[in-house]
């Protein structure tokens, strides 16, 4: 399956695709919050989205690192 791509709301290109975020916070084991750049026109933009399979293993990580912190969900 391939990485979901979103619209760009300032120019309309698809110009995001979350794998290439700028940073990722993550909501839950299955959200988070992408900011992006669009390839396009390069406006920045957060969008809360499901976690890619392709990242779940980024996110273990992530989530691992950061877990200390951030208390315990669920
Ligand atoms: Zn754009």
Redesign the pocket.
């Known amino acids: 399956m391939d990485a979901p791509v979103l619209e ?1 709301p ?2 309309g ?1 698809a ?1 995001f695709r979350l794998a290439d975020y700028d940073s990722m916070i993550v909501i839950t084991a299955d959200y988070a919050l992408f900011t992006l750049s ?1 390839s ?2 390069g ?1 920045r933009v957060s969008t809360v989205r499901s976690i890619p399979d392709e990242l779940h293993d980024e996110v273990r990580y992530a989530a691992i690192e950061v877990g200390a912190g951030m208390g315990q969900i669920g």
């Open positions: 760009c300032s120019c290109g110009g669009c396009n026109c406006a």
